[in-house]
């Protein structure tokens, strides 16, 4: 007996062209097995009139799943289940058992998720007033030559990039253009064997946290500071220590006694966007010298500077070999690309890609080389300066909408990034605030994260605009300060 056609029903939960969603009704039958070797397919004019859909599109479908060898076709008696097609193994299986018999909490101590980080909502693109920091904004992404270069990369030619196991190795391409285009812009000079491609800067912040780091090991981090950090920190048993930023960043004569490693956001702080000035830098390098510790340069935002010309990174100014730097392209291309890079010297990067190798091997060959190509056309450039010139557009938008209300600037920074770093009334809880947001579609970012937790006040927030459009942007300015009036001091 053929298959009827009412075994097909196009769920919501299939995505893709009509074309694809027909191909995975198929193919998800008969890997489960509902559908069995030699079986007779619907007719494609029945399936096409049970579905709603026209005869060509299931025609098509059903030529994709011949050629994946799930159909098979028989001249004019149509199509069947192949039986080479692909099948779920069969398996015995006993009564299903409760499976909470092990307490997973007290037997890992709850060391990793227990870790404050910053949270959003899944759904915060359905926001009408998303002032959150690090998303990527469609409007302003190049989706057009982003896919080229993906296609480019999955051809023939680039197969062995596509599909090679690099070991411990990174994509040539890749590190040729970042040796000869994005350190250049930063001032720094390095080669092949200086450069480790991670995934992103988390994953790199990570590597160094182990690397460098360790019981006993005495580390100083920027507070307020970057939440993952201090996370990653506390993984490794090292002794931390938490330095007051000011307005012009981490300051070098209030490093703790006897330090070892150094962790700073020398370009944009996190969070509160202070740029160091070239004089600290100095400082704290020399600083470095004199008291035989490391930098570890995040160099977050980098690409972000729109209001005047940038300052050289710290590591280009490292004679020493004394800076490990951290870049990412997971801000300036799309937070999902997961791509970033250290550059330090030859005996760190050594260590650094062993333990890489040893969790992660490296970098997916395609998104290496797809990144390449996005790169070295031009395609990266253009999308830097169009998100310059649109967040440059929102900056202002946000300055006159924050002074119009009356709220306070805790820090913003003076060469550009995407957020305001604010303060609210003593007694305002942000936490409660934001709560309050959300149900009128507005979503903040809570400071007390970015904070020592063991001294965190509570009237902190940040306030991005990498993804709300200009239009919108008074009008979210003007909820959040009448939720603050609403809420007053406590």
Known sequence: MPIPPEAFFLHGNLNGTLQQRIRQLVAEGIVAGRFRAGEKMPSSRGLAAHLGVSRITVTLAYTDLV??????????????????????PEFEVGPKLPADQVDYAALTGRRFSAAEHLRRPEDWAQFRYPFIYGQADATLFDHQNWRQCALRALGKRDFEALTSDYYDRD?????????????????????????LLTMGAQNA??????????PGVRVALENPG???????????????????VDADGLPPENLPAGVNVVFTTASHHCPTNATMPMA???????????????????????EMSF?????????????????VYVGSFSKSIFPGLRLGYIVAPEGFIREAR???????????????????????????????????????????????AIEAEGLIVAGQGGVGGSSFWMVAPQGVDTEVLAQELHGKGVLIEPGRVFFDPAQA???YYRLAYSTIPVGRIAEGIGLIAAAIRNTGPK
């Open 205 to 214: 912040l990570w590597l160094a946290g182990e690397v460098l780091t360790g």
């Open 280 to 302: 600290r830098r100095r400082a704290l390098l020399e600083a470095a010298v004199a008291q035989d510790f490391v930098i570890v340069e995040d160099d977050y935002e980098f």
């Open 171 to 195: 994509d040539p391409l890749l590190i040729e253009y970042i040796l000869r285009n994005i350190l250049p812009r930063r001032g720094i000079e390095a080669h092949a064997g200086e450069v």
């Open 354 to 400: 062993a333990l890489r190798a040893l969790t992660l091997r490296h970098p997916p060959g395609h998104i290496q080389r797809t990144a390449a190509y996005f790169l070295s056309l031009g395609h990266y450039d253009a999308l830097v300066n169009r998100m310059k010139q649109a967040f440059k557009r929102r900056r202002l938008a946000m300055t006159e």
């Open 226 to 244: 970057y939440p993952s950090l201090r996370a990653i920190l506390a993984q490794t048993g090292a002794e931390v220590h938490g330095v007051a």
């Open 457 to 459: 006040p509570r009237n």
């Open 307 to 323: 209001l005047r010309a940038v300052s050289p990174a710290l590591k280009s100014l490292d004679r020493e070999g004394r800076v």
């Open 67 to 88: 050629a994946s060898d799930y159909l098979t076709s028989r001249g004019r008696s149509g199509y069947f289940v192949s039986e080479s097609a692909p099948l779920q």
